[in-house]
């Protein structure tokens, strides 16, 4: 085979529906061993190692040639800082992103890559720009149409990201609405249920420590379990869902094609796991594949769709009184979520405070999370309780750039630097035991924990919270609250803070606390999954049954029904 026939192979297989990357890697290779220095089958065999492998760290090498080779080519030198922000080489992955606005400053794309490594170290403000900007740019990009609403969670602006939802719905879905078919699926209200979970966090992610115990607890007697994953990342916690359920690997498909994928499968309950958040298959479910569509748990903040029909939450993150902001049927669980610890977990330690002398402060959240107004409140507990110590923990601190900024920050405020301790990365047993290493962990804010929160309370350590606005700012009072810790909620800033003093101020509090939270948490609905699946599965029941009796056809009329008629519905226990 002739380097020209190797390459026109190679090609063939990229633009194939959806593209068979795998199948090009020998093509590719036949004509870099003849060719080192080839741009373009450097720059495939980069994407192979993205899209296929998962492996940035071997894209880099063959993508830095293609971008040497084809200094103007925006394939390349985009895939590039691709490759680094996967690895979280965040400064590198911005050169690369520039030099795309440099080549071509009105690309949609490039906007929306300025904005993902933006939004990944914290400068959320300037990543909703850059999304803003690929909008209007590119009126149809759905991902970063997704990605602005995500910025708007984060920044608490509710009025905006309730609009952009609002928008996101008749700009993307809308137009697919003429395209719904009805379904075939057997309308009989009592037979086995086909439920589809689609999530792009089907690994070592904290979205499957929800979804885990429920799968585990599910009756497959009255119901068959699919998974389309939108993710490319494989590890020992992918392989456990592969033997769990029916298993659909749709992380290169086009939203057509998995649409008729779960259209053949004959899904009854088609669940989001994934909101507007990375990797959603939100135009999937703009094509109304299922009879029956909810949103839940992975990233539950409401999608705004008309073709997605329920939304799972709880009644202290969307309360009764916020339910019509929501395009969705409200469903009311008895809390947002249920949760499995990862295991091994280590056991609990001393409260640090009791030996030391003086208590110490955390900060475990992503960068991306640290607001300046949570800075200014954590700045005027420290400066309040003169000999404590606060640690500053995650992934992103390990970057020098953003451990000056932090440090900065703290020193702008009047804290001396020498009280903030900052960690990085760390595997997850040695990040729980690093939890313990803190007396009272503190939330930030207006977008406070979530995983985070419950790992935190399992370790026996509490958490200041402030009560948000929306759902990302109230997950943390739902936690509460289910636990009967309504005392470490905050309505207010003032509030946070006198908390986050006088828990300081009682030791022997910290003490008691941490010795019967963990069994505390044991015996609630957060970690009860047996009784929470129960009460899943009657909702799924209950949707299907509706979905049944309906006379009216289905695809372009939602009944509004009192939640009276709905299965389970109690009260947040404390």
Known sequence: MTVDDARAQAKAFHQMVPPRLAEARPHWLEVVKALPMDGEANLGLGVIHIMVDNRPDLAIGPLAKAAEAMPENLGAIS?????????????????????????????????????????????????????????????????????????????????????????????HAQPLKQGWTAHRNDRTPGRRLRIGYVSGDVAFHSAMFILKPIIEHHDRDQFELFMYSSTLKHDTYTDWFRDEVRWRNVAPAPPDYIAQLIRRDQIDILVDLSGHSRENRMMVFAMKPAPVQVTAWGHALGTGLDAID?????????????????????????????????????????????????????????????????????????????????????????????????????????????????????????????????????????????????????????????????????????????????EWVAATPAEYTTIAIQAAQDVPRLVALRATLRERMGRSILMDHAAYTKIVEDHYRWMWKRYCERTQDPLTERAVVSPAMMPGCVSVRS
């Open 79 to 171: 895939n590039l800082g691709t490759a680094y922000a996967m690895l979280q080489r965040h400064d590198d992955a911005l050169i690369q992103f520039e030099r795309s606005l440099a080549l071509k400053p009105d690309d949609a794309n490039t906007q929306f890559n300025l904005g993902v490594i933006k939004a990944a170290v914290g400068r959320a403000r300037e990543a909703m720009v850059h999304y803003d900007r690929a909008l209007e740019l590119d009126p149809r990009h759905a991902v970063a149409h997704s990605n602005a609403i995500y910025m708007r969670d984060l920044l608490a602006d509710d009025e905006d990201a309730a609009r952009m939802r609002r928008l996101w719905n008749e700009r």
């Open 310 to 486: 329920y939304f799972f939450t709880d009644r202290i993150c969307v309360p009764p009184a916020h339910e019509d902001r929501y395009a969705e049927q409200v469903i009311h669980l008895p809390s947002i979520i249920c949760w499995q610890a990862q295991q091994p977990t280590p056991p609990l330690a001393a409260v640090p405070a009791a030996t030391k002398g003086y208590v110490t402060f955390g900060a475990y959240n992503r960068l991306e999370k640290v607001s300046e107004p949570a800075l200014d409140l954590w700045a005027d507990v420290l400066r309040a309780v003169p000999t404590s110590q606060l640690i500053i923990k995650c992934a992103d601190m390990e970057h020098p750039r953003h451990r000056d900024r932090i440090l900065a920050a703290f020193r702008e405020r009047g804290v001396e630097t020498a009280r903030i301790f900052i960690k990085g990365r760390t595997v997850h047993y040695e990040h729980m035991h690093q939890i313990s290493q803190v007396d009272i962990m503190l939330d930030p804010f207006p977008h406070g924990g979530g995983i985070l929160g419950l790992e935190t309370f399992w370790m026996g350590v509490p958490t200041v919270t402030l009560c948000g606005t929306n759902i990302p700012g109230r997950l943390m009072t739902s936690f509460a609250t289910t636990l009967g810790l309504p």
